[in-house]
């Protein structure tokens, strides 16, 4: 494959286009590309093909902050290389830009927009992504490069006042190694390295609550502000020990700086040359329910998947089954006083208090937050007549038949706790034309002349049960239907890593690195972060 990208174009919240950039061929415009491209219902895939068009398009897709990016291309080209491409263009422009990315922004600093597109596409073949090697080649312009200019950055040309030689560096290029990755004399007054790992649960669980499916997808966020060319190694470990790692951890993608050879080698050990501020270092994906051989050879789940939440729903309670209830049970997750965070290794795990004292948030004392329940509903429900929770707020949407229950983070603070909400449901609006008539003249019942005129008050009572009992058991028939049939819940935890991975060190390699300096130890810090944005579901 071949290929090239043709155009790329960018629209606002109101799907009104705010840039197009063409590296080559004559594609489509963007009024002409976006009808074609919102025919197709939602949820709509990365890529589309457009074949009624002259000639057949490929157009990837990818939304991002409310902003949609399109790019086009008529000729086979690899999929995954231009929806990496518009990650990249994404990325590059909050590193310029400012995050959140905004519409006004791109409007505001096109002569910078249309240099960086040039720069990470040459006539449509993707080449420099890296934000640090487009700092060498990209003029910021304004009263942000003319300050920039004026501290005599790496890469700019200062004002002097002899005008003969204007052209010559402003610092002396040192004997480096070239890095697209990392700007050449990167300098810092604080020297600094911080890492964040990050994980998003995606968890299924059975009405029983038993685990169908759980994964763990991390990804870890690497801050180096170190002068010179620092070489640093990470070195991480799983419950079960370092050796294991690499069993544990699937799917590792890495950023280029990473040594490969170094990682098959030793599974656990990251080492690399950053490139100068934050960055992702890497990406995995962890089985939390791995499969263990049990008896008969015949695979079992291995059910010790222990989550900070437990979720339980019920469903047709009430007298005609039109109530249904959630149960919560949130269990306080224990800290390891042995982690890195009280060993001294890294900075950022001790607390204002007393010293080592772990504060909240920490390895030494995760902290739950953002507890929140989506209930969807079907769409023959029309309202919630009936909204109990036990904590926190609960609303209901009727536009979008959706339940969401909010508990504050000052309810949490127990080492177990347990919450519920109970609510009923109305449905549509059903004409009842049969009511009770126990003389036997209701439609649809056949009168017969052998029964007498005058019914017993026994016989009437006893046909007045059997008419309540139908009514009942139709309504619990219809109700039945109005039940949701799964819940998800989000959260986030602070100091804690489902997987259970560490990271037990930052290390500089003096030897390998250049220009740091004498005696300089950078400050350390590490922070696990593990969300659930709906991610954790029940089925019932």
Request: hydrophobic share 35%; with cysteine; charged share 20%.
């Amino acid at each position: 494959m071949n290929g090239v990208v043709e155009a790329l174009h960018i629209y606002d919240d109101n799907r009104s286009p705010v840039l197009s950039h063409t590296y080559t061929g004559r594609p489509l415009s963007a009024t002409h590309l976006l009808p074609l491209y919102l025919e197709h219902p939602t949820p709509r895939p990365n890529l589309i093909y457009l074949p009624n068009t002259s000639p057949a398009t490929l157009v990837f897709g990818l939304t991002h902050a409310n902003l949609l990016f399109l790019a086009t291309s008529s000729t086979e080209i690899e999929p995954l290389l231009v929806l990496e491409f518009l990650h990249r263009v994404i990325d590059v422009f909050e590193d310029f830009l400012g995050a959140p990315l905004l519409a006004v922004k791109i409007e505001n600093n096109y002569d910078v927009v249309a240099q960086l597109l040039t720069e990470m596409c040459d006539a449509g073949t993707i080449s420099t992504t890296e934000p640090n090697a487009l700092r060498e080649t990209v003029e910021i312009e304004g009263w942000m490069g003319k300050l920039l200019g004026s501290i005599n950055l790496p890469g700019k040309t200062p004002l002097s006042s002899n005008f003969s030689n204007s052209s010559a560096p402003a610092l002396p290029v040192l004997n480096t190694p070239a890095l697209p990755w990392r700007r050449a004399n990167v300098r810092h007054t604080s020297n600094e390295l911080y890492a964040d790992v990050i994980e998003t649960l995606s968890v299924t669980l059975a009405p029983s609550g038993r685990p169908l499916a759980a994964f763990a997808n991390g990804s870890i966020a690497f801050t180096a502000k170190v002068s010179g060319v620092p070489d640093i190694t990470v070195s991480l470990s799983s419950p079960s020990g370092k050796h294991n790692i690499g069993g544990i951890i699937e799917l590792p993608v890495f950023h280029p700086c990473v040594r490969l050879n170094r990682w098959q080698e030793r599974p656990g050990e990251l080492s690399f040359i950053p490139p100068d501020g934050r960055f992702i270092l890497a990406g995995y994906e962890v089985d939390l329910l791995p499969l263990t051989s049990g008896k008969g050879g015949s695979p079992s789940a291995n059910n010790n998947l222990k989550l900070p939440v437990n979720l339980e729903m019920k469903t047709g309670l009430g007298l005609v089954g039109s109530e249904f209830e959630v149960r919560l049970q949130v269990t306080k997750i224990l800290g390891s006083q042995s982690s890195s965070s009280s060993s001294g290794q890294f900075g950022r795990g001790i607390g204002p208090g007393r010293v080592g004292s772990p504060h909240p948030g920490s390895p030494g004392a995760p902290s739950l937050e953002e507890l929140t329940v989506t209930i969807p509903l079907p769409e023959d429900v029309r309202n919630l007549s009936d909204i109990r929770p036990s904590r926190g707020d609960a609303s209901f949407n009727p536009g979008e038949k959706m339940l969401e229950w909010h508990v504050p983070t000052k309810e949490l603070a127990g080492p177990t706790t347990h919450f519920g909400l109970r609510c009923t449901v109305v449905g549509s609006v059903v004409d009842e034309t049969e009511e009770f008539d126990p003389s036997g003249f209701a439609f649809g019942t056949d009168y017969s002349y052998n029964e007498p005129y005058q019914s017993s008050t026994a016989k009437v009572d006893t046909a007045k049960t059997e008419y309540h009992g139908r009514q009942d058991a139709k309504k619990v028939a219809q109700n039945k239907i109005l039940m949701p049939s799964s819940a998800s819940v989000s959260f986030s935890v602070k100091g804690w890593l489902a997987s259970g991975l560490k990271m037990d060190s930052i290390m500089i390699d003096t030897r390998k690195s250049r220009g740091l300096g004498e005696g300089v130890k950078p400050y350390k810090g590490v922070k696990y972060l593990t969300v659930s944005r709906g991610g954790v579901e029940i089925r019932c």
